[in-house]
């Protein structure tokens, strides 16, 4: 029995409708916006790895190993790649990024599969949800379809890298359909399914905190035509509130906070509060398919005028102004538009209070979800005037197919590095990240002249970039040139760089310079900025052997060598320490594994053998000798002495 006032359920007043039963004979309107988006997306399954994917997936070697895993699972999401600390926690798309790795050989294909089917489940979602709050069958399809097709988009789901965002939204509308199908049933709890979904949204993305206050939303507009009882629907929230609280508590404990070396900087020039008042329309303008769309979009904050603030600032206002009209109308148009809202307020309050700028397409991801239900819900508030019903059904329709019709030739950029860099520089040609992101990748490859090139066009857009002479440290590196390393890293520190590459590469040079006690403070700061971090601990280990402490230095690298067991440097640096501290066998173990990472390694193949003989392995040693002796680096004749002392003649 229903309570006398109550409101039936969306189901009930679905059935009553004229023409019900055939629309139940119909395909479900989410089905149909799942299939859309896989199969918009499927011609990216053929791409490679871009981008941030070589850094956090393709070249990350802690994901290549259960105990690396582990550490991975409650660490900072960048630290466990290499990079600076992030203050960010995302245990989720590490366990995925492992799963997909080990399953696929670490080819990116499953990897683009995966994200194709975590949209095509947002996709389906986000017009289940528009049904389930009331729209038409073909207004919620209409809704999940432009959700599907929307070409800003293409950044969260062809990126690898961008699954973040998709996986939270995922988990976080199935949480929110749970939750309101349980409530329509008259449930007195929301179950388990609801908080399970929401806590892996949370395990994906920090952007999945406002839940709560998207479901309290719910429950006031959903007590439209009868007394809202707030007793019972603070009950209601309390398992949400719960899941929320103990993410923020393992947050805490196993992720410290950023140390954003530009951000006091930016915030005296103002650059948070301009940047929230101008997000706002410029994530607005992402809904639109015929805008820009590009990857590492600029907000030129410091540069805004006045009007173009105030305007900005007017807009936000009038959109709120709406948004509590709404809620207090307890219209079915509020829920969507509060998800929008309360999803975008992570981003702005990082924005707001950290003085460095988040924007981008894939942090619209979620809140575009609220958007697409949004225009559902408007469709269906229009039943009352079927001309006008119609006109909105046919503008969604043609949002929809133009969203479709944009996306496709925005997808082949994620083909390879080159295109995508060189799209960015098409679509914004003041984007300096595409050409210093490009030159990094160069610098990499040993193409030095060309990382030059790219440099030198990055610093003509942009001289104080702080990964021109990052990059340029690189390039210094790899020619060994410790003094040019240290300069240019020093600079980049110096200008604001919120990385932790250049740190790594001050701390090597100061090593190769043989300023041992500044490379140890060095290390010992960027201990501090990234605690546990396995590159940090292998240099650190490595200072510890150059300066002669091997028994301390033993323990450093063998803990960062099982994180990072396919470091040939690191391998034979244990190898050396473990010499230093007695251990024979350790020893033979380091040095063989590091001729079999990198079986061009000279002086590794030279240490094994002395290893052998230290053994009693003779035959062994004649064997490490003989692979030494075949490398180009034999000419300064160590192996060839190490085989006449050995009695096994010249090669």
């Not at 149909?32 to 941030?52: H, K, N, Q, R, T």
């Not at 399809?141 to 599907?148: D, E, H, K, V, W």
């Not at 199935?174 to 179950?191: H, S």
């Not at 006031?220 to 993410?247: C, E, K, M, N, Q």
């Amino acid at each position: 029995r229903q309570r006398r006032g109550a409101r039936p359920s969306p189901a009930a007043r679905r059935a009553a409708r004229p023409g019900a039963a055939r629309a139940g004979r119909m395909p479900h309107p989410g089905l149909w916006a799942a299939l859309a988006a896989f199969v918009l997306y499927a011609p990216s399954f053929g791409y490679g790895f871009v981008w941030d994917d070589h850094q956090l997936v393709e070249q990350n070697a802690l994901l290549r190993s259960v105990a690396g895993l582990r550490h991975a699972l409650v660490s900072d999401f960048w630290v466990t790649s290499g990079a600076d600390a992030s203050g960010l926690w995302r245990p989720l798309i590490s366990f995925s990024y492992w799963l997909d790795g080990t399953l696929s050989q670490w080819t990116p294909g499953l990897f683009r599969v995966m994200n194709a089917l975590a949209h095509a489940a947002a996709s389906g979602l986000t017009a289940t949800l528009a049904l389930a709050a009331g729209a038409p069958a073909w207004a919620a399809g209409l809704a999940g379809l432009l959700f599907a097709a929307m070409p800003a988009h293409v950044e969260s789901v062809a990126w690898i890298s961008g699954r973040t965002d998709v996986y939270c939204a995922a988990f976080f509308l199935l949480a929110l359909l749970l939750d309101r199908r349980a409530r329509a049933r008259g449930k007195r709890w929301p179950g388990v399914g609801a908080p399970l979904a929401l806590a892996l949204a949370l395990l994906a993305k920090e952007t999945a905190l406002p839940f709560v206050a998207v479901v309290a939303a719910a429950e006031w507009t959903g007590a439209r035509g009868r007394r809202f009882d707030l007793r019972d629907s603070a009950r209601w929230l309390i398992p949400y509130l719960a899941v929320s609280l103990a993410h923020l508590g393992l947050h805490a404990a196993w992720v410290s906070a950023p140390h954003p070396a530009g951000a006091g900087a930016l915030a005296a020039q103002g650059v948070g509060p301009k940047a929230v008042a101008l997000m706002f329309p410029a994530y607005l303008s992402f809904a639109w398919p015929w805008t820009t769309h590009t990857p590492a979009v600029t907000l030129e904050a410091g540069r805004a005028g006045g009007a173009a603030l105030a305007g900005a600032l007017a807009l936000h206002l009038a959109f709120l102004a709406a948004l509590v009209t709404l809620l207090a109308r307890r219209a079915a148009g509020a829920v969507p538009l509060a998800l929008f809202w309360l999803t975008l307020l992570p981003t702005l309050a990082v924005n707001l209070t950290h003085g460095y700028l988040l924007f981008a397409e894939r942090f619209f991801y979620l809140p575009s979800a609220g958007l697409a239900w949004a225009a559902a819900a408007g469709a269906a508030a229009l039943r009352a005037r079927p001309a006008l019903q119609r006109a909105a059904g046919g503008a969604l329709g043609v949002l929809a197919l133009g969203s479709a019709l944009a996306l496709v030739p925005l997808l082949p950029a994620w083909r390879s590095d080159p295109e995508l860099f060189q799209a960015m520089a098409r679509a914004a040609p003041r984007n300096a990240m595409a050409r210093t992101q490009w030159a990094r990748l160069l610098a990499l490859q040993g193409r030095e002249a060309e990382a030059a090139r790219e440099l030198d066009a990055a610093a003509a857009l942009d001289p104080l970039r702080p990964e021109v002479p990052s990059v340029r440290a690189i390039l210094h590196f790899r020619r060994g040139e410790w003094g040019g390393t240290l300069a240019e890293s020093e600079r980049a520190i110096v200008l604001g760089s919120t990385q932790n590459e250049p740190r790594l590469l001050r701390a090597t040079a100061l090593l190769g310079l043989g300023r041992l006690d500044e490379a140890g403070r060095a290390l010992a700061e960027l201990r501090v900025r990234t605690p546990a971090n396995p590159a940090v601990e292998s240099l650190y280990g490595q200072y510890l052997l150059q300066a002669g402490r091997a028994a301390e230095a033993y323990p450093v690298l063998e803990r960062a060598a099982r994180l990072l067991p396919a470091d040939a440097d690191l391998a034979y640096a244990l190898g050396l320490a473990a010499v230093g501290a007695g251990r024979t066998v350790a020893a033979r173990d380091g040095f063989q594994r590091a001729g079999q990472l990198n079986p061009a390694h000279y002086d590794g193949w030279l240490k094994l053998a002395e290893a052998d003989v230290a053994l009693g392995d003779r035959a062994g040693a004649r064997a490490a000798l003989a692979r030494a002796a075949a490398l180009p680096d034999a000419r300064d004749g160590r192996a060839a002495e190490a085989l006449m002392r050995l009695g096994g003649g010249a090669p």
